[in-house]
């Protein structure tokens, strides 16, 4: 049965009816618990805060538990509750000493039902790449009012490298190459994550500056998938370069998509020169 207005009829003897409206309404357990989650985190830049807040509580209810847990490979492990405690009223419980290591915790309690809630903040020097995931609000009430929400939380780590290009063939010492000649070059690294595209760069003897190198009839590009490495991902992007007879000095480069060529620097880029035969 769905929540809504409902029309009930009851038809009397001599042709006299009466009708009565009324709303019902179907809570879900989710409505009685909300995970908010300050979401994507910048490591090293941005605290991580999680909030478990209760809803759609009275004051005259009883709230024996909130916990706050992690999903992981194994289900799910706790990480802190608030627990209803007659002497004290609210008792926090750490299970997760990691975490109490490293986070603060804002306010907590059971009492009154509410406004319960628990609120934890990780200060930014103390977030780890392992911090990212789902976390999980459960609220447990004394009576029927009990549910779950779940919130996932992201890290973003930019990229920390200039990424260098190398020559996958190495058929030539000091970067001359006949005309004619194909050569394959690979570059790229961390690429942060989320993960960023690696795109090529090129420079002639008549350019200024360094602008993106589009596929054409003297080059393939393939890209590598991502790869997880530590707090970002890892990834290459490999080229096939036909030298021609316009190399005379033709400098490539290697930069991420999301901050173009005009950021690459000189000493990273791979110089051709191309010869004739």
């Known amino acids: 049965m769905d929540a809504s207005t409902y029309r009930f009829e009851l ?52 709230i024996a538990e909130i916990v706050l847990s992690k999903l992981g490979s194994n289900g799910l492990s706790r990480i802190i509750a608030a627990q209803l405690s007659f002497s004290e009223g609210t ?6 000493m990691n975490y109490k290591s490293r986070a603060v915790v804002l306010s907590a309690s059971v009492y009154p039902a509410s406004s319960a809630n628990i609120s934890l903040q990780i200060p930014k020097h103390n977030v780890k790449c392992s911090d990212a995931g789902s976390y999980v609000c ?13 919130l996932s939380l992201n890290i973003t780590v930019p990229s920390t490298e200039n990424f260098t ?23 790229g690294g961390k690429v942060g994550n989320p993960p960023g595209l690696p795109i090529w760069c090129t420079k002639t003897s008549h350019d200024i500056n360094y602008m993106e190198y589009i596929d054409n009839d003297n080059l393939m590009i393939s890209v590598t998938d991502p790869k997880p490495f530590e707090c970002q991902f890892e990834r290459f ?20 998509s999301s901050v173009a060529c005009d950021t690459l620097k000189p000493a990273t880029a791979f110089a051709i020169k191309g010869l004739s035969e």
């Open 138 to 150: 459960e609220v447990i009430s004394i009576g029927d009012k009990n549910g779950k929400s779940t």
């Open 91 to 96: 008792k926090l419980k750490w299970y997760d």
């Open 11 to 62: 038809v009397l003897f001599g042709n006299k009816f009466s009708v009565s409206q009324r709303s019902l309404s179907i809570m879900s357990s989710a409505q009685y618990i909300e995970t908010k989650i300050s979401t994507p985190v910048a490591l090293n830049k941005d605290d991580i805060k999680i909030d478990c807040l209760t809803w759609n509580f009275e004051t005259n209810d009883t």
């Open 165 to 187: 290009v190398e020559e996958i063939t190495s058929t030539s010492s000091i970067n001359t190459y006949t005309i004619g000649k194909t050569i394959v070059l690979k570059c």
């Open 237 to 256: 992007s490999l080229l096939q370069y036909n030298v021609s007879v316009d190399d005379k000095h033709t400098e490539l480069g290697c930069a991420l």
